[in-house]
């Protein structure tokens, strides 16, 4: 049997020649460096560079992770959506101090920001939910993320008869619909280095 510890040090970490950190040119804003390093890894052809990691905590301290997609970037903070009730969503109603991490592998860059989230207008959830495609509003309305006794037989039972009922591709389901911000305490820039000597930068 393979040594798994054995294993997972000689996997190669930080091997490639990764651009130098430029943070004297950075601007003053945390919202418009982020920005800049998003530009670079989606130029640089990074894959899914608008992925993140939210994790938050529940009703009884526990951690939870899950990866999401970035919807924008303004002066409000990062925005990411989910469905109401949600365990995401349950476990911010519980705490709202989250935090989210980007991590650009083919550049050795991570994004780290810690705040509070925050729920935009009703009416700004209901745009987000409406510019999604029709199949991705019916999933929405259909799904009980991560809910005990909800298996996939049952969603896509549920998600048949949503689609036989809304021609209109579930756009009267905005309802179940949220969209946060998250307002940061801190954010910070990490620039690997192959020889451990990493670089940082963190705007408070």
């Known amino acids: 049997m393979d040594n798994l510890q054995f294993r997972l040090r000689h996997v190669p970490v930080l091997k490639n020649p990764y651009p130098a950190a430029s943070y004297e040119a950075f601007p003053d804003s945390p919202y418009e ?11 640089a052809g990074i894959p899914e560079p608008h992925v993140m990691t939210l994790s938050t905590v529940d009703e009884h301290g526990h951690a939870d992770a899950r990866n999401l ?4 970037v303004d002066t409000r903070g990062w925005h990411f ?24 592998v083919g550049l050795g860059r991570q994004v780290r920001v810690r705040g509070e989230a925050v729920a935009l207008s009703q009416e700004e959830c209901l745009k987000d939910f409406l510019a999604r495609p029709a199949d991705s509003r019916l999933a929405a ?10 298996d996939r037989e049952t969603m ?6 949503l689609q036989r009922v809304h021609s209109d591709g579930g756009e009267q389901g905005g ?26 930068l963190r705007y408070e």
């Open 33 to 43: 460096a982020f920005r800049l390093w998003l530009d670079e890894a989606i130029e």
């Open 141 to 150: 309305v259909a799904s009980k993320q991560s809910l005990p006794g909800f």
């Open 175 to 200: 309802h179940c619909w949220i969209v946060y911000a998250v307002a940061p305490a801190s954010v910070e820039f990490w620039q690997g280095r192959g020889d451990r000597l990493h670089d940082r």
């Open 69 to 72: 997609i970035l919807k924008n």
């Open 156 to 161: 896509l039972a549920r998600l048949a008869g």
């Open 81 to 104: 959506a989910t469905k109401r009730g949600s365990p995401k969503d349950q476990q911010i109603h519980c705490n709202s101090r989250v935090a989210l991490t980007f991590y650009w």
